[in-house]
């Protein structure tokens, strides 16, 4: 299936920046500019900031996010968000597995499995995030990581489920450093990923997943990696905090190639 054909999601990761005022603003500034984009708009916003979010979004083509969720719906979990909860406050998707989570706070790809498992029964799009360190990608071992993350993570999906899934290939080298792969290395990673799925749920629901691609994502290098077949939509930074930098990347097409 050509890229063409696929949903193509342009994501912005604010982390732990934005106020509820901040937030506001940006989403208000944000709306004229990408309401004639032919991609959807993704912001993942911090769990304060989604019900305004949200509101500051309604009747746009702009989805509200978050970052992070448990993979249980209720309990004595002190500083945990349920998926429920994310939904009552008006998100639709959420990350999962980001490489920050994976290394800073140790989650395993089992608890990961969980979370997208739950986050599909609570009715939110879960972007599953993937990715190798340096240190993994120097002793060549990025396929053997990449298909680890995919199958464990993945465990247990069932197959009509597989359409509401979302994948971030994040190479964790590239993460905030302001090293990116280049296009052609990350198609090629992504035709991996991609053949991976097809190995784990068939070649007709690996044809139609969007694949994204995240790390120091910057409107100079958007449209060249949206140009590769493979790559199905971006997952951005620091790049996604300035309103102008991030409508810039919705309309990658635009962007001026060297």
């Not at 709306?31 to 305004?52: E, K, W, Y």
């Not at 905090?241 to 309309?251: G, R, W």
Request: with cysteine; net charge negative; hydrophobic share 40%.
């Amino acid at each position: 299936m050509p890229n063409g054909q696929r949903q193509h999601v342009i994501a912005g990761n604010w982390k732990m920046y934005k106020t509820i005022q901040d937030t506001e603003a940006y989403v208000k500034e944000l709306t004229p500019l990408v309401a004639d984009s032919d991609v959807s708009v993704f912001l993942s916003v911090p769990f304060t900031a989604i019900r305004s979010a949200s509101e500051a979004a309604k009747g746009s083509n702009i989805h509200i996010g978050a970052q992070n969720m448990n993979d249980v719906t209720e309990g004595a979990f002190t500083g945990e968000i349920a998926g429920r909860m994310l939904v009552e406050a008006g998100a639709n998707f959420v990350i999962i597995g980001h490489s920050e989570r994976r290394h800073i706070f140790g989650e395993s790809d089992a608890f990961i499995n969980r979370k997208v498992r739950r986050s599909l029964d609570d009715g939110l799009i879960p972007i599953l995030c993937i990715g190798e360190t340096l240190e993994q990608r120097d002793s060549e071992s990025t396929e053997a990581i990449l298909k680890e993350q995919l199958s464990q993570s993945l465990a247990d999906i069932q197959s009509d489920q597989t359409s509401k899934i979302l994948i971030a290939y994040e190479p964790v080298w590239a993460i905030g450093t302001g090293k990116t792969a280049t296009p052609e290395h990350a198609q090629e990673v992504h035709v991996f990923i991609r053949e991976t799925i097809k190995e784990l749920w068939g070649e007709d629901n690996a044809d139609k997943t969007t694949i994204m691609y995240g790390g120091s994502v910057k409107p100079n290098n958007a449209r060249h990696l949206m140009e590769q077949p493979d790559i199905d939509g971006l997952l951005v930074g620091g790049a996604s905090l300035n309103v102008e930098s991030f409508s810039h990347i919705v309309h990658y097409q635009n962007a001026l190639t060297h």
